[in-house]
C-alpha cells in the first residue's frame, strides 16, 4: 500500500473516531506510535507495553435550550425590576396622598375650631364681593358640614 494513501486511511479512520458519538459512559480514545513510526488512534488499548496516551472524548453536547432560558431568565428578572420600580412608585404616590389627607384634616379642623370661637368675628363674601358677617346659624351649618367631612376623610 503506498504511504500516501496509508496516511489518508489514518486520518479517515482517526476523523470517524473522534467524530462518532460517544456511547454514554467512558468510550476512552487511544493513541501510540506502532512499530513502524506511524501513530495509531483506537478505541481498543495496544497490545503489550506499547507506550499510550488516552484522549479525552468530546465535550457533552450543549444544551439546545440555553439561549431561550437565558432569554427567559433575562425577561423574568426585567419584570422583577419593573415590578419593584411600579411598587416604590405606587408607595410614593400612597405616602403623597396620605400626606396631603392629613394636611386637608389639618386645615379643615382648624376652620371649625375657628367656627366655635362666637368671640371672633368671620366675614365671608358674597355674590357682589362684599363683606357679609357670619351669624350663629351660618356659623353652626358650616361647622356641620366640615364635621361631616372630616368624619368621611380623617381617621379620629
Known sequence: MNPMRRGHVWVACVLAAV??????GAAALYKWTDAS???VYS????????KS?????????????AMKEMATKELEYRQRQLDKAEAGAKANRDQTIAKERADNCTQVKGQMQQLAQENIVIYRINEKGERVVM??????????????WVRENCAV
Open 43 to 50: 478505541d481498543q488499548p495496544p497490545p503489550g507495553n506499547v
Open 37 to 39: 513510526g506511524h501513530v
Open 135 to 148: 351669624d350663629d346659624a351660618v356659623r353652626r351649618a358650616e361647622r356641620e358640614k366640615l364635621g361631616k
Open 53 to 65: 496516551e488516552i484522549l479525552k472524548g468530546p465535550p457533552p453536547p450543549a444544551n439546545p435550550n
Open 19 to 24: 467524530l462518532m458519538p460517544a456511547e454514554s
